[in-house]
């Protein structure tokens, strides 16, 4: 199985277990790499990023815990970068102020066409939160953002995924069919000509770019969604076009640092892959899977 996990939250964002914990945890179930990758500061109060003020807290203490173990496993210091379209800071410009090993690059809020700046609480009052626990603030985001125009929606969400891809410089894109979580087959369906021409936009653009994909495990794991993102048969295309992927469990625990890697390895030999990928002193490095 998969020994490593380049995505993983700590209660410097949204998770819900010290880094140390995390780290420990890693060690215990013979890990070989652990990467931290708190949701980038955002320029809006939220629950889940972590706070411009906390980053360098963050960074020295994921270089203290990389200097104490590092005979033991490779500790990486990173971010899930939120991209929002005119409101995210450049990545480029957040991966060299705080040093950090790589970037994932995802989006969890979708803004329609902003026409002017806005900032402060008037921006938060835009944003369509896509991710999260309650289904009913999605559908909320959607009659009030959108009118209920599921196509339009998900139209937007692509956009705003190929504008980081085309705008943005990181290694890692996070769940990018992830507008589809709490869908539930309810709105559309992934089989739609429409859906899946917006999917395959994309994920061409992620192999243009040179991304690595990564199969996200959260939704099974949680319960959210009965699947990974991306899909299978997404999967099966990234395959085809030889875009090289990862596995990661998005983990907000230190419970969940590998959950549903087996069953993930399995969906990807399925799709033809025979190798992901690992992050290795600032280098992508092949892993056969067994």
């Not at 230190?254 to 959950?259: A, H, V, Y």
């Amino acid at each position: 199985m998969q020994s490593f996990n380049l995505h993983t939250h700590s209660v410097y964002s949204d998770g819900k277990s010290q880094p140390r914990e995390i780290v420990e945890e890693a060690i215990r179930q013979g890990l070989t790499t652990i990467g931290f990758s708190e949701h980038s500061p955002l320029p809006f109060d939220n629950t889940f990023s972590v706070k411009s003020a906390d980053m360098p807290r963050y960074v020295a203490e994921i270089a203290q815990l990389k200097a104490e173990f590092k005979d033991k496993i490779d500790i990486y210091c990173a971010l899930e970068a939120d991209y929002l379209t005119g409101v995210s800071e450049p990545f480029a410009v957040t991966k060299e102020k705080y040093h950090l090993d790589y970037l994932i690059g995802g989006v969890h809020l979708v803004v329609d066409k902003v026409p002017e700046p806005v900032e402060g609480p008037a921006l938060s009052e835009k944003i369509w939160f896509i991710d999260g626990p309650k289904w009913e603030v999605y559908d909320e985001g959607l009659q009030k953002f959108f009118n209920g125009d599921i196509r339009r929606a998900v139209r937007r969400f692509f956009e705003q995924s190929n504008e980081m891809i085309e705008n943005e410089q990181f290694d890692i894109i996070a769940h990018f069919d992830k507008i589809k979580m709490h869908n539930r087959d309810r709105y559309f369906h992934e089989d739609e000509p429409w859906y899946r021409k917006l999917a395959l936009e994309t994920l061409d653009l992620i192999r243009e770019k040179g991304l690595v994909m990564e199969i996200n495990t959260r939704g099974i794991y949680k319960k959210r969604y009965n699947g990974f993102y991306p899909s299978p048969w997404l999967m099966e295309e990234a395959c085809k076009m030889g875009v090289p992927a990862i596995i990661s469990a998005d983990a907000h625990h230190f419970s969940e640092i590998t959950l549903e890697f087996a069953t993930a390895e399995e969906a990807l030999k399925k799709a033809g892959y025979r190798s992901v990928v690992n992050f290795k002193n600032g280098q992508w490095i092949d892993v056969p899977l067994a």
